[in-house]
């Protein structure tokens, strides 16, 4: 049984850090790519940043380039959102996912879904 498991969210400042987990068991997990998704009240759900399976191709959304930044690690199974100079507008339920996907930004090509991880930027 496939399982990912987001961690990290919290509360945090405005120009403050976090940096979100996403541990995967039940698959081959460098065999999958690893995508970061968000979801804020009332919007839609939305592509945050995306990773091959071996990690040496990535893509980051326009809003976050420059202050997110995903990586992996395939020996423990996990892959990693870094978030730096958070943003009130960045406040969402973060989504880890994997799937074998050719385009990142594709909600529909992912297999497998995390619970979500709750992330709250105050000004």
């Known amino acids: 049984q496939v399982q990912l498991v987001e961690s990290g969210g919290g509360l945090v400042q405005a120009g403050g850090s976090l940096r979100l987990s996403c541990s995967a068991s039940g698959l081959t997990f460098s065999s999958f790519a690893v995508g970061w998704f968000r979801q804020a009240p009332g919007k839609e759900r939305e592509f945050v940043a995306g990773i091959s399976g071996g990690g040496s191709r990535t893509e980051h959304a326009d809003s976050v380039k420059g202050r997110f930044t995903i990586s992996r690690d395939n020996t423990k199974n996990t892959g990693y959102l870094q978030m730096n100079s958070l943003k009130p507008e960045d406040t969402a339920v973060y989504y880890c996912?994997?799937?074998?996907?050719?385009?990142?930004?594709?909600?529909?090509?992912?297999?497998?879904w995390g619970q979500g991880t709750q992330v709250t930027v105050s000004s």
């Open positions: 996912a994997a799937g074998a996907v050719i385009r990142f930004r594709t909600v529909s090509g992912y297999n497998y």
